[in-house]
């Protein structure tokens, strides 16, 4: 929502807001960034273009507020999945999984071509920054807890763990698009195993 707009809404109004950022989600997926219009926004969500600039100052703004609407979600499915694992390595497992699984569920709801993908995913990147400290922080709980229980031996996990953040944003684009999930699964296998293990193959702890 615009930079100012701090009240609590109403249930109408909330219903609104709701419609708004759930047609441009759609729109923004079939036509990409560019070709999507205030307008269009404002027609499928069935309000004026008015009420979409009380809310909105203008359609990047509705974007981000889409991207940030997806990333709480994807935030929420993650962290349900990572409280039930019983392990650090489990967790990192469930981390990944829950990730892919969430943003493919919305390339294939939605009918996301790449070359859309490649338009928006750029775009993301100012927004995703934040739910990147997240995952972050998260993976250098997780691998403090794998040292404190004797399962890895990381001398900097604080590190280790950004590291890991940033290959694991670099492949969010190419492991989404993959049209053959079950090539999928064996490739993030890979990675993690890679991960936590290293080339040597000794496993740690």
Known sequence: MSSGENRRLNARENKKVTAIMESAQTLFAR????????????????????????????????FKAVVVRENNQINHYIMEAVNKADSPIKKIRALLDVKIRELRKAVTF?????????????????????????????????????????????????????????????????????????????EVDTLIELILWGISGKKQG
């Open 31 to 62: 036509n990409g960034y560019n070709k999507t219009t205030v307008d269009e926004i404002a027609r499928q969500a069935d309000v004026a273009k008015g009420t979409l600039y009380k809310y909105f100052r203008s359609k990047n703004d509705v």
């Open 110 to 186: 939605y009918r996301v071509t790449r070359d859309v993908a490649q338009e928006l995913w750029p775009r993301m990147d100012a927004v995703r920054t934040d739910f990147l400290n997240w995952e972050r922080n998260l993976l250098k709980d997780i691998l403090n807890e794998g040292i404190k229980a004797g399962r890895f031996k990381i001398d900097k996990p604080e590190m280790a763990a950004n590291v890991m953040a940033i290959v694991f944003k670099s492949l969010e684009l190419e492991w989404v698009m993959e049209q053959k999930p079950s090539q999928l699964q064996p």
